[in-house]
């Protein structure tokens, strides 16, 4: 298929691109950037005016459940979530059944993804086979297979010297280690964040300093094997300094967070809404103000989902027993662009940390619209304005804090390799 997207504000970190244009696509490649620009016969002419027209935006944290928890996900539904959110390119944890831990699985995950997806699909492998924390996969192997990095993510690699060696093999193999920053010692039994809410819910708390130590721990590692080292899921403001504080000193850490860290507090928790329960916790208002804070000025790279289904008949039970985790490829979008009208980012500064970081972070060669580059797309409308109704979210699960939430600003046209893929046009 071949395009001309015309009249959108085109946005474009990796060139410094912010500027009225036409873009034209010619056989999935981006042809040509420019004012004016005619369309040549039998191109597909998509009006842009009014609409940002980005790198196709880019989810480094996702749990798509295929192979082996399809009930609660597939690599069809997820993907159809994730092209309807506007992402062309999402990087999926390897807690599947099997684990992503051989290169059988991550060829499956691949495979199933270019022949029936709705987007690119990047496989996480994991650091120990079986994400046991006992012994270390073949990471060669799994970056030979495709995968884009290691990770145990669901679970910290509990063993320090395990985790040292991993860095360093990792580094000599060039593929990112994303930590799980998590001690587990000091979680214990906790399901909601520690403080105020926890103890008049009656919940046990998970203190922030089971985040923080996690943190401080891989992050010297990294800087001792001076290997590189991302930090998942930041959500605590003692994490936010550490990490800033590391980058000061020259440690190769980059680090991500996700749009229910800067938008809710554990106050979310209150009636027991297990729609709200996830791994790390929600936090409270300062870690809130930390966060937001850490994406202004840089210290954190990139917003990811950590799109995380469940069934729900694992969300509809007691507090403490119901399943860690939350969707969010189809709010994502909405969320973060809230952070542009509360000047916190500006719209630029969304774009490199939704594409343009984490296809750098993990080598994807995706996030730009330079000439020749592949067409990965989307047209964003941000003044469209619509409601979060579970019926007509595309993923199979439906375990969202945000059900019922007026949202502005949407995925209008999402276009992989020159391909139309989604469209709320």
């Known amino acids: 298929m071949n395009l001309l997207i015309k009249g959108g504000r085109v946005i474009d970190p990796s060139q410094n691109m912010d500027e009225i244009f036409d873009l034209l696509v010619e056989n999935g490649l981006v042809k040509e950037i420019g004012k004016g620009l005619t369309s040549p016969p039998g191109v597909k002419i998509i009006e842009a005016s009014g609409k940002f027209v980005v790198p196709g935006l880019i989810d480094m944290h996702v749990h798509l459940r295929d192979p082996g928890l399809e009930y609660k996900e597939d690599i069809i539904s997820g993907t159809k979530a994730a092209a309807a959110g506007g992402f062309t390119s999402v990087c999926c944890m390897p807690n599947t059944k099997p684990a992503i831990d051989n290169k059988a699985v991550a060829s499956y995950i691949i495979n199933k993804a270019r022949e029936e997806g709705f ?12 994400l046991s ?13 495709g995968c884009v990095a290691v990770s145990d993510d669901g679970r910290p690699v509990v063993n320090p010297e395990l985790m040292m060696r991993s860095l360093q093999y990792a580094n000599g193999m060039g593929i ?27 919940l046990k708390g998970i203190p922030r300093v089971a985040e923080d130590i996690a943190t401080v721990r891989d992050i010297m590692l990294a800087e001792y094997t001076n290997a ?35 938008t ?25 103000a930390a966060i937001r804070e850490g994406l202004k000025n840089g210290t954190i790279d990139a917003i990811a989902t950590d799109h995380a289904p469940h069934h729900l008949d694992e969300k509809d039970m007691e507090f403490n027993e119901a399943m860690n985790g939350i969707i969010g490829l189809e709010t994502s979008l909405p969320l973060s662009l809230k952070l542009v009208e509360d000047g916190v980012l500006t719209i630029n500064q969304l774009i490199e940390k939704m594409s343009y970081n984490p296809s750098n972070i993990l080598e994807l060669e995706r996030g730009s619209l330079m000439v020749g580059s592949v067409a990965d797309i989307t047209v964003i409308d941000p003044a469209a304005e619509w409601t979060v109704e579970k019926e007509k979210l595309a993923s199979k699960s439906k375990n969202s804090p945000f059900l019922g939430w007026k949202m502005k600003g949407v995925a209008a046209t999402t276009i992989l390799a020159g391909t139309i893929v989604q469209t709320k046009a």
């Open 119 to 130: 987007c690119n699909v990047f496989p996480i492998g994991s650091i120990t086979y079986g």
């Open 133 to 145: 924390g006992e012994r270390m996969s073949e990471m060669g192997e799994l970056k030979e297979a």
């Open 176 to 202: 990112m280690v994303i930590s799980h920053a998590e001690e587990l010692a000091l979680v214990g039994q906790g399901v909601i964040n520690e403080g105020y809410t926890s103890t008049e819910l009656g």
């Open 228 to 262: 590189p080292i991302h930090i998942a899921h930041v959500s605590t403001k003692g994490s936010v300094r550490i990490i800033r504080e590391a980058k000061a000193r020259g440690v190769k850490v980059t680090c991500e967070t996700a749009p229910h860290y800067f």
């Open 264 to 288: 809710l507090t554990d106050d979310a928790v209150r009636g027991y809404n297990t729609n709200a329960k996830m791994n790390p916790p929600l936090r409270e208002a300062e870690d809130v």
